[in-house]
């Protein structure tokens, strides 16, 4: 898939990048792995020396946080010390690394946004103590970051919509945020509320334009098309009429908000490969794809949520 080759060499321009300043905080860390106090000191007058990076902390070689939560702004949070992150999932293959890694893309739980990890080994002589570990927003890393070259990480031509089969391509735009993106938390309630109580069977979410698209079992040949504005007008629920949760759907109604959730995620993951629009008909159970880089795609909803985040943006392991 073109997003995974896109994400591969944006990797490897992230691990040019991050290498070296990780690399060079983790020995200072060596000096004050026995005094927490002044490791936390450490990385909060050297936190800016990792480009782009929102926060950072230190790790033992069994996943057990060390050092306080370090951010930007010279935030030193204390409570995060002695917390297990053995199950965070970069951390499955820590051990035994001996060298620098990023992590697969995955869900922060603290921001609810797609994170990648920078994890860095710290060795005193041949000591193995544990890990340097830095967290980037993935919005938040620009596309052509570290690049030192005239041109971006996209060029013109890998930046063409391969659904054009040929004809005339048509460069990839960056994301902008559109009113849809900036609640789309809340319309994602909506949406499952209308689904799951009032009859909406089929929807359609065009997440540049901030209009969504709606389709009632009983007027199934027509939809309505509504702005954000009018999805948070309570007179738009009411509507419609109460309906029990079609029997014949083939989508579980406890699946209806992942589904949505994970069109969220697949729109605010990065910043040139993106969903333009996602689309959820709970009756024959598929859901559609228009990405920003590709034609549309049509697949059964298990399927879609079967992939993780790294079927779309990139490789499952992390940097061997």
């Not at 900036?182 to 089929?202: A, C, D, S």
């Not at 579980?252 to 993951?269: C, E, G, M, S, Y």
Request: aromatic letters at 10%; glycine letters at 4%.
């Amino acid at each position: 898939m073109w997003i995974k080759q896109t994400i591969g060499e944006q990797r490897k321009v992230l691990t040019s990048l991050l290498e070296p300043p990780m690399l060079n905080l983790s020995k200072l860390c060596v000096s004050a792995w026995t005094d927490v106090n002044a490791l936390d000191q450490l990385l909060n007058t050297q936190f800016t020396t990792v480009p782009h990076c929102h926060l950072i902390y230190v790790i033992d070689k069994m996943g057990k946080q060390i050092s306080s939560n370090i951010r930007a702004n010279q935030q030193i949070d204390m409570d995060f010390r002695g917390q297990d992150l053995s199950r965070r999932p970069y951390s499955v293959s820590l051990y035994p690394k001996r060298h620098f890694m990023l992590s697969s893309v995955y869900i922060s739980n603290t921001t609810g946004r797609p994170c990648i990890s920078a994890v860095q080994p710290i060795i005193d002589e041949q000591q193995f103590l544990g890990f340097l570990v830095a967290d980037f927003d993935i919005a938040e890393i620009p596309v052509s970051m570290a690049s030192t070259q005239s041109t971006s990480l996209l060029t013109p031509k890998e930046m063409r919509n391969p659904a054009t089969n040929g004809q005339a391509s048509r460069v990839v735009q960056a994301r902008t945020i559109s009113p849809l993106d900036q609640h789309i938390h809340e319309i994602n309630e909506v949406l499952e509320r209308l689904i799951k109580q009032y009859g909406i069977f089929h929807c359609t979410l065009h997440y540049s334009s901030a209009q969504v698209m709606l389709w009632h079992v009983y007027d199934p040949y027509q939809y309505r098309l509504f702005t954000i504005e009018q999805l948070f007008d309570s007179e738009t629920i009411m509507n419609y009429p109460l309906s029990p949760y079609p029997p014949q759907a083939q989508l579980p109604a406890k699946n209806i908000r992942t589904v949505l959730d994970r069109f969220r995620t697949l729109r605010l993951a990065h910043e040139r490969i993106y969903l333009r629009s996602g689309s959820i008909n709970i009756m024959n159970g598929m859901v559609g794809l228009s990405f920003s880089t590709e034609g549309s795609q049509y697949l059964p909803v298990d399927v879609f949520l079967s992939k993780d985040l790294s079927f779309w943006f990139g490789q499952s392991a992390v940097n061997e």
